[in-house]
C-alpha cells in the first residue's frame, strides 16, 4: 500500500504532540507538512512547540503559521489543561525546523497543488485553517482526499457542558467543514475518552527508557494532573492521536456515517456538535463518526511511533 500524504493541523499541546510523533514515521503515512492554529495557546507558542516536537520526532518537513484567532476573533487559551507554554511538563529541543513564511492556509494550498496524489487533512487543533483553506481555495477542494479531525462529541462537552474545546474555540470554521461536502471523519469525545493514559502505559513508557520516552512521560504527568484538578479524571484521554491512528488502520475505530451540524447560535450549547446517531433528522449524511476504540491497538501504535522515534536519532 502507498503511504498516504498528509497535512497535520494542529494546536501542540500535548496530545497534538503525541499526534505529531505517531504520524512522523510511519510507513503508512508520509507527512508532507504541519500547520499550527491557535487553540491550547496563542499561535505563537503553539508554533514554537509544533517546531521543537518536530525536532523531537526528527522531522525534517515545512511548518507554516496559521491563524491566530477564529473567523469571528475570538482568542482563548487552554492554560488550565496543557500549561504556560501549551506545552509544559517537560524540556523540549531547541527548534531545529526554520518555520515557513507562507502562512498555514498557503502552505496547504502549495502542498496540494504540488502532490501528484489527494491529500489527507488531519485537524486537531481549532477548524480556523481549514475553513479558511475552503474558502479560500475552493478550487481545490478537489485535491483533499479527506478531513479527519478531532473534535466534537455525541454527547457532552469539556470546554463548556456541550461543546468540546476545539469545536468551541470556531464553531463557524467547523461549520464550514460539515459543510464542504467533502469525505469527512470526526473523532469526538466519545472515542478519545477511550484513548486514556493508564499507569500501565507509563509503565511502558517507563520500560523504555528513552530520551524521548522520559520526555513523553514528563509531559503526560503534566497533562495528568492537570486533567485530575480539572475534570476528575486521573488516566488523561490523549485525544489527538486517534485521529492519525485511524489512517494508518482504519479498524483501530468503529465509526457511523450519520449526519453531523454545529450549534452556531445556542445560548448555552453554542459549539455542541449535533450528532444525528438515529436519524431523528432525516437529514444527509455528512461524517464518519468514531465511536469505539481498539485500546490494544491504538497504544501498540503510539507505543510503537515512539520507540521509533528514539531510535531514528
Ligand atoms: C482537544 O482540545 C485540546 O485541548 C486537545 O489538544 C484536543 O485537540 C480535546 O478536546
Ligand atoms: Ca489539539
Redesign the pocket.
Known sequence: MKPIPLILDC?P????ALAIILAAHNPALRLIGITTVS??GGIKKVTLNARRVATLANLNLPIAEGSGKSILGAVEE?TD??GESALDGAELPEAKIELSELHAVDLIAKLLKESTEKVTIVA??PLTNVALFLKMYPQLKENVREIVF??GSATRG??TPYA???IWMDPEAADVVLRSGLPLTMCG?DV?HQALVTPEIFARLEKMGTQVSRTIIGLLKFFAKTYDEVFEIPDPPL??PVAVALLIDRSVVRTKKVNVQVELIGSLTRGATVVDLHNRLGEQANCEVALELDFELFWKMMLEAIEKSAATK
Open positions: 494546536d499541546g500535548h496530545d497534538d487553540g491550547n487552554a489543561i496543557h486537531t487543533g478531532m473534535g469539556n470546554r468540546e474545546f476545539n469525545l478519545t485525544h489527538d
